[in-house]
């Protein structure tokens, strides 16, 4: 079965750091767009970040130099690092497969991040 | 950056046709993809390509393009239906994705 598994969210304080992970079963993340996309509380979707099959990285400008998308193709595991977090960046974090041009097909459950002291 | 705009929201009875617009300036460039959010899910994609339907999405879900605007048609609309739906599409340069607003449809 195709399936992705987000974990790594919790509470953390502005200013730290939390490294999101994206378990993949029944495909290979490394032949794969691979995005993050989050959702803040009663909000719409934003594009967070994509990492191409042949690895070229692309951020949003509102993480742009504080997030990195990272992947392990021994693990087919999907990683986004979050640094130097902000209370804005309260929300759930997905990650989603994106078969090139045919969308974002497969998407995980989500996993939540909240930036409060 | 870029923008795609929708409606925030748009309210049909059950069986007619629901139309969605999205409008951005690369549209004539850059595919477009929608997705269908329900309360405390993940999104769905419903329609890739502008037009094309995913094998599972019933086939009253439909897009099309035109210029700077991309529409999804529901047709016979039913109660289950009812969500957010969100455009997705990339700006002119293809390095930077983006959604629009969000539209939430109701079901009368």
């Known amino acids: 079965e195709v399936q992705l598994v987000e974990s790594g969210g919790g509470l953390i304080q502005p200013g730290g750091s939390l490294r999101l992970s994206c378990a993949a079963s029944?495909?290979?993340?490394?032949?794969?767009?691979m995005s993050w996309v989050r959702q803040a509380p009663g909000k719409g979707l934003e594009w967070v970040s994509v990492i191409y099959s042949g690895g070229s990285t692309y951020y949003a400008d509102s993480v742009k130099g504080r997030f990195t998308i990272s992947r392990d193709n021994s693990k087919n595991t999907l990683y986004l690092q979050m640094n130097s977090l902000r209370a804005e960046d309260t929300a759930v974090y997905y990650c989603?497969?994106?078969?090139?041009?045919?969308?974002?097909?497969?998407w995980g459950q989500g996993t939540t991040v909240t930036v409060s002291s | 950056s870029y923008e795609l705009t929708q409606p925030p929201s748009v309210s049909v009875s059950p069986g007619q046709t629901a139309r969605i617009t999205c409008s951005g300036d690369?549209?004539?460039?850059?595919?477009a993809y929608w997705y269908q959010q329900k309360p405390g899910q993940a999104p769905v994609l419903v329609i890739y390509?502008?037009?094309e339907r995913p094998s599972g999405i019933p086939e009253r879900f439909s897009g099309s393009s035109s210029g700077t605007t991309v529409t999804l048609t529901i047709s016979g609309v039913q109660a289950e239906d009812e969500a957010d739906y969100y455009c997705q599409s990339a700006d002119s340069s293809g390095t930077s994705w983006v959604f629009g607003g969000g539209t939430k449809l109701t079901v009368l």
């Open positions: 029944g495909f290979t993340v490394s032949s794969n767009y």
């Open positions: 390509k502008d037009s």
């Open positions: 989603a497969r994106e078969s090139k041009g045919y969308g974002m097909d497969v």
């Open positions: 690369a549209l004539p460039k850059q595919y």
